[in-house]
């Protein structure tokens, strides 16, 4: 099985700037060990269990309320598929091998 | 702490029409005993912890995953807020008390 | 054609509370004379071509300008059908048929 | 006005694997001249205004209907700010000038 998901998870509460408040989510994820991209629009991580992406959620949302966030939004996105994973190069891979490079 | 969900979770190779799988979904939601609405483009659920919500997605998969889907996507909003609860229908009330009556 | 699309768009620069700023969105849509629902975690309309529903999301991002914010997120997801419409509460009746009476 | 836009796209009804369809929707994307990176999950491309995303939202859907798709589903978010652009690379540098640098 593999899980690719992407995230974005922000405070509503903190001002129009909320760079200090993401960048510690961010944090969270580079040290969990998962796979992961960091994109202008959220983040992607690749796991082979639903659980695992689904905890790292309830971290991120634990890291905003520890800074004192007492409004959050998210948006999630979930591809879940059968089968081997790879896909967190392997989707764009295979958009190249049909249209020629992109940019990523 | 008030958590509201808005989460659509569908197969992408059952082909045009996903009604009986989503069905299902819709199912084990109501059977959850979480407070739902019914949307014509995703359910919406109010928990007082995101494990719960999380939870929740995690059996929709598995929903999906026993009919032997094989690809799955799904789309989730998350809209977490400090304080009571009852915000499933205090947010359209809140509305309605700024412009008047809306559809719902 | 059919084009179900639910969209949430709120400013991030005023606030924890932003009920006056989408009430205005919402009155915008009701004025519309497009069908529309307005749900705990966004506003679901139908309309027969794409065009009409991303002129909606431009009026939106308009209505929310004029208040002065200075910035603002949305999400959005379309479900684009070929055939006839009425999916706004054909789909919801469609679950109906399959486990019975939910809530909505 | 920077307006960010994060979208994915794909059909329902052609099957578990959709790459030939998105591979199409990614050539239109590319060919568009706007500033666009494809990730795992879906394109990123800026703008500085919002009419100018839509109508890519518009031709995107236009593309896969021309493939012969009846029923195509897509996520859409929006980051919308006052002010210059150049958010593309600048919202991830500065997530590294917090924490070092990140997988991007």
């Known amino acids: 099985m593999s899980v690719l998901m992407e995230f974005s998870m922000f405070p509503t509460d903190q001002g129009e700037s909320v760079s200090a408040q993401v960048s510690e989510v961010v944090r969270m994820v580079r040290e969990s060990g998962l796979d992961y991209r960091l994109t202008p629009m959220g983040t992607v991580v690749e796991t082979d269990n639903i ?37 967190m190069t392997g989707k764009i891979e295979s958009v190249e091998g049909r249209i020629g490079e992109v940019e990523r």
């Not at 659980?51 to 979930?78: F, H, P």
Request: hydrophobic share 45%; net charge positive.
């Open 51 to 87: 659980a695992e992406a689904m905890a790292l959620v309830e971290r991120a949302a634990a890291v905003l309320d520890d800074l004192g966030c007492r409004r959050i939004y998210s948006a999630i996105k979930l591809d879940i598929r059968h089968g081997r994973g790879g896909r």
